[in-house]
């Protein structure tokens, strides 16, 4: 058995004397006995109990993204249009079809409902009597009223192909209206995927939970559960010293072996035990995560933790973002939102930045002290990085991450729990270490489709109720052009877009 698998008790962590059935044992630890550990104890300290890694018991489930239920209908029938002879309920089977391979990609969406009816409003009892339905998917076939479904208190989905009728030029008045309503206009099957993805992810915003560790939320906590829909829950700052105390050593060493010190391509200035404590952090954050069945932790880590003794968490909220969940610094509730919401749209990971202007090159820098590794979303490849100290104090533990020269970028965040403010572009350069080794590790400059004048000069000029520093500077970026989908979802939450260039 390998010496740095044994746990105080003489076994090695996954509770067995027998290195073989323990592959941490054999060099590499399966990453099961890692959940199985780490989730146990979390769940023994939350209750106040003791956690004995041989004892067993069974281990609380893993943060999980929230399940959505969409109701599905067909709004058709015979008549003059598109056709005399059109046949809606084999429209409807090509269609239901095409759902069936949608659904295979959304396991945590389950459609009910499926009927055909040539009047929307014999659905809308029908909704209404279904509390766990958080948005329809409305299949307009023909020339057939979808008002009264809008009207449902739902967010609606309308799937219209060209010749389905007439009714999609109502879409924009319903919108103005202040309805939760997006059209999809087109004859590409593909787009429903699309479409499920975006109702999916309204739904799972109004159950998500975010742990806000070692700060207050105050009114703000309301607001954001009206507006948005996202519980926010409050963690002390000695619930998270306790969460970090409690991860066994052992644990922390294998996954920062592992995950961090045999991956860098370069470890600059931290020494192997500051990234150990990384590690041990990273796993405190998914033990509160775990047990409180939230999705997103926000820390107040610059002035709100004790560094000393926890380090910095840039290395966990990194990782966190690589596996689908949300981990977002400085307590910055706003980038926290909109990270969580393009998590669940477009399964991509946000990067917080702090960004700074370039006008010579019609360029937005974006810097900060971390970034994920996985930008093209969990299961893809990891990007290149060295582990660095956090640049504000050459302390700790955090990540210069290479992110990719000539990728198209989508830039926005929660304003004011009412709007989006939203922009694109592409990455036209990396780190230059000979000019800007004077700021945050992780730098990108992005080329930004508009301008970049224009985007300085009303630099969060919109905002009215939330203006600290944290919300009129940072901006997160993501990976893909995304700007026809965020105006769907905006649509669909009823937010406005604000374009920054």
Same mark, same amino acid.
């Given at each position: 058995m390998n010496p740095s698998c044994r746990l105080p008790n003489g076994k090695g962590i996954c509770g067995t004397a027998n290195a073989a059935a323990c592959s941490r044992c054999a060099v590499a630890m399966d990453r099961r006995h890692f959940l199985r550990t780490t989730l146990g104890l979390g769940a023994g300290l939350l209750a106040g109990r003791p956690w004995n890694p041989v004892a067993g018991g069974d281990a609380p489930a893993q943060p999980r993204h929230p399940q959505v %239920?969409?109701?599905?209908?067909?709004?058709? +029938? &015979?008549?003059?249009?598109?056709? @005399?002879? $059109? /046949?809606?309920? &084999?429209?409807?089977?090509?269609?239901?079809r095409q759902l069936r391979e949608v659904e295979r990609s959304f396991p945590e969406v389950r459609f009910v409902g499926g009927e055909l009816t040539d009047s929307s409003a014999k659905v809308v009892e029908q909704v209404k009597a279904r509390p766990e339905v958080s948005g329809i998917l409305c299949f307009h076939l023909g020339m057939r009223d979808i008002t009264s479904i809008v009207n449902a208190g739902k967010p609606v989905v309308v799937f219209s192909q060209p010749f389905s009728g007439h009714e999609w030029m109502l879409v924009s008045q319903l919108q103005q209206q202040g309805k939760a309503v997006a059209l999809f206009s087109t004859r590409d099957l593909g787009e429903i995927g699309t479409a499920v993805s975006l109702l999916k992810a309204v739904g799972q915003m109004r159950q998500s939970k975010i742990l806000l560790a070692a700060d207050r939320a105050g009114k703000r906590a309301q607001d954001i559960k009206t507006n948005v829909g996202c519980t926010i829950q409050e963690v002390t700052t000695e619930e998270l010293i306790a969460a970090h105390q409690a991860v066994p050593e052992e644990l922390a060493r294998a996954e920062a072996e592992e995950r961090w010190l045999k991956a860098a391509r370069q470890i600059v200035e931290p020494n192997r035990a500051e990234i150990i404590k990384s590690a041990r952090m990273y796993w405190a954050m998914k033990q509160l995560l775990a047990a409180n069945q939230a999705q997103a932790i926000a820390v107040n880590c610059l002035g709100g933790i004790p560094i000393q003794t926890l380090g910095y968490p840039c290395l966990g909220f990194a990782q966190l973002c690589d596996e689908g969940l949300v981990g977002a610094c400085e307590a910055d509730l706003d980038s926290t939102l909109t990270m969580l919401l393009f998590s669940y749209a477009f399964k991509k990971p946000?990067?917080? %930045? /702090?960004?700074? $202007?370039?006008?010579?090159? *019609?360029?937005?820098? =974006?810097? =900060?002290?971390?970034?994920?590794? !996985?930008? /093209? +979303? @969990? +299961? *893809?490849? !990891?990007? @290149? $990085? &060295?582990?660095? %100290? =956090?640049r504000d104090d050459n302390r700790g533990a955090s990540l210069e991450v290479d992110l990719r020269v000539g990728q198209a970028i989508s830039c926005a965040r929660f304003m004011d729990d009412e709007a989006l403010l939203f922009s694109t572009g592409k990455i036209i350069e990396g780190k230059q270490a000979e000019f800007d080794d004077r700021g945050c590790r992780t730098q990108i400059t992005v080329e930004v489709n508009g301008s970049a004048q224009k985007m300085l000069e009303d630099w969060s000029s919109a905002m009215r109720k939330y203006r600290d520093i944290r919300t009129l500077l940072h901006r997160v970026v993501f990976y893909g052009d995304h700007t026809r989908q965020v105006k769907h979802l905006a649509r669909l939450m009823a937010l406005k877009v604000i374009a920054e260039c």
């Open positions: %239920t969409i109701y599905v209908v067909y709004v058709g +029938g &015979a008549g003059a249009w598109p056709k @005399p002879e $059109f /046949d809606a309920a &084999a429209e409807k089977t090509k269609f239901e946000g990067f917080i %930045t /702090d960004p700074l $202007f370039d006008l010579s090159r *019609n360029a937005v820098i =974006h810097a =900060h002290c971390v970034a994920p590794t !996985r930008m /093209d +979303g @969990p +299961g *893809n490849a !990891r990007a @290149p $990085f &060295a582990i660095r %100290t =956090h």
